[in-house]
């Protein structure tokens, strides 16, 4: 039971729930999650931790930077996702796509791209 509490009560927060309508097309790296939500790294990564303690998202690291993506090896929580995907509309998060996608236009032309809170360089390497 304490499994399954974790995993709703980190469905229970808006920003969780962009950062996950924003993953239902692939991986994203924080950098590009960071920019599509217009908040500050730390913020962000706090969710996402949240977000991969209840098993709702796996990671990978290139270089510096961490790559997130949707967990679907439970079943369970891949039926949950999709339940909770479907629900929002791609209205909900329609800013953050825009965002997102002059960001990733930015990052792969290799023109310099920062993060909202530090201004440094995302780098193009990402991907």
Known sequence: MRDLLHIFKALSEETRLRILKLLEHGELCVCDIVSALDMVQPKVSFHLNVLKGAGLLTDRKQGRWIHYRLDDSDIFKRFL?????????????????????????????GDTVSSPDDKKGCGGDSR
């Open 81 to 109: 996702l999709l339940t909770v995907l479907s629900i929002l509309t791609e209205d909900d998060v329609a800013d953050d796509r825009k965002r997102l996608q002059n960001f990733l236009k930015k990052k792969k032309t």
